[in-house]
Structure formats: structure tokens, C-alpha cells
Nanobody, 116 residues
Framework: QVHLVESGGGLVQAGGSLRLSCTVS????????MNWYRQAPGAQRELVAT???????NYTDSVKGRFTVSRDLTKNTLYLEMNSLKPEDTGVYYC??????????WGQGTQVTVSS
């Protein structure tokens, strides 16, 4: 069993920044890929950013140039640095990770609210 715990969400004004964290209960290098998803009210959950063990990162077009995903092996933590936030970035942000045997685990989510 793997546990993922997100933190760092909150209320921020448009143009502001937040850093989300996703702390993993085991060695983070055992999970690849790791992803950040978000879900706005009434919308489907969408993939925001992907990070692989090899260091490859991918982003959905709407966040390119504003969000950065990274992982800290010493802290077993995945981060999502979010800058120039927009109201449309509002939602619950979830992290997940896939084990080497293909099982995916999710965190409980953290709320991000961007006011205009």
C-alpha cells in the first residue's frame, strides 16, 4: 500500500503563486510516472502535469510556462510550482503515482482557489 498526501493549496489572487506538495509513504523513485490532476466544479478531472523517474516532464497546454513539476528524492515529495495563477486554475488538485507493477495510487486532493 502506498499513501500520497497533498498539501499547499489555498486561496490566492490572480497572478499569485502556490507550491503544492505530494508526500509519498515510500521511496518516490519507485513511482513512475507521477502526475498532478485537477478537477474544477462540475468538470472532469484533467491531467495537468507529468513527471517521470528519468526527469521527463510534460504539461497540459494551458499551464505551460506557468507550472513546474519536480520531485525531491530526499523528501519523497512531488511538487507543483504554480505561478501567474488564473481563476480558471481553480479546482481540487490531486497527485497520483504508478508502481512498477502498474498499480496507481491517488492522494485525497488539495483545494486551490484563485480569485479574480
Amino acid at each position: 500500500q502506498v499513501h500520497l498526501v497533498e498539501s499547499g493549496g489555498g486561496l490566492v489572487q490572480a497572478g499569485g503563486s502556490l507550491r503544492l506538495s505530494c508526500t509519498v509513504s515510500r521511496t518516490i523513485s519507485s513511482l513512475s510516472p507521477m502526475n498532478w490532476y485537477r478537477q474544477a466544479p462540475g468538470a472532469q478531472r484533467e491531467l495537468v502535469a507529468t513527471n517521470t523517474r528519468s526527469g521527463s516532464n510534460n504539461y497540459t497546454d494551458s499551464v505551460k510556462g506557468r507550472f513546474t513539476v519536480s520531485r525531491d528524492l530526499t523528501k519523497n515529495t512531488l511538487y507543483l510550482e504554480m505561478n501567474s495563477l488564473k481563476p480558471e486554475d481553480t479546482g481540487v488538485y490531486y497527485c497520483n503515482g504508478r508502481t512498477i507493477i502498474g498499480k496507481t495510487y491517488w492522494g485525497q486532493g488539495t483545494q486551490v482557489t484563485v480569485s479574480s
